[in-house]
């Protein structure tokens, strides 16, 4: 709980005493690799805070081929946020990519403590969540923007603690790639 409190209060100031109230709305959780904690088709009732681990975000598509969106790790959030937000379905499914521990939280509990104990909380989630939609749309422009080559060394350099945690298959995915294209251009920056 404590990591949770250290990540909310880099974000703005909120009463030590109310930040040791939220322990009740979370659970903690541990997901072995491999683990589903959200799968495409179910009811989204939760939302997660990575303790350790590091997890994607995908889609099945039509061919049967796992489309990889999103990646989270430590101090990140993941979820299906629209099936979160409107207690729908799920149109993802996370898979914890190594063992991984979460603080999940329901809607209800979520909506409980906002609107009960910590209302200084939708600030925190407002400014972490507005960071996550810039960081799509600085996505959506670099693969309109950047070669193949150009998006895999971007993505390297601004995101170098997921090169060594997520399996080469999965990164292409993420990229648009093939796996084999990804090892011709490793295998080109190499040389």
């Known amino acids: 709980m404590q990591q949770l409190i250290t990540h909310i209060s880099k974000f703005g100031s909120i009463d ?29 009732n939760e939302k997660f805070f990575i303790v350790k681990g ?21 101090n990140w959030w993941t979820t299906d946020f629209m099936a979160f937000q409107n207690g729908g379905t799920a149109q993802f499914s996370i898979r914890a990519i190594e063992t991984t521990e979460v603080l999940s939280i329901s809607a209800a509990r979520q909506r409980e403590m ?3 104990e910590i209302p200084e909380l939708h600030g925190y989630f407002h400014a972490v969540f507005q960071r996550a939609y ?21 993505f390297i350099s601004s995101y170098p603690a997921f090169i060594q945690r997520v399996p080469q298959y999965l990164l292409a995915s993420f ?7 990804l090892s011709e251009i490793r ?5």
């Open 134 to 154: 810039a960081a799509s749309q600085v996505r959506i422009r670099k693969l309109y923007e950047l070669s193949k080559e150009e998006l895999y060394h971007d």
């Open 114 to 116: 906002l609107a009960n």
């Open 16 to 44: 030590a005493g109310k930040l040791a109230e939220i322990g009740q709305y979370f659970e903690a959780r541990t997901f072995k690799k491999r683990e589903l904690l959200l799968e495409e088709g179910q009811r989204c």
């Open 175 to 181: 990229l648009g790639f093939t796996p084999e294209y």
């Open 54 to 74: 590091c997890v994607n975000l995908f889609y099945l598509r039509q061919n049967g081929v796992e489309q990889t969106i999103d990646f989270a790790l430590e």
């Open 187 to 191: 295998k080109k920056s190499l040389s």
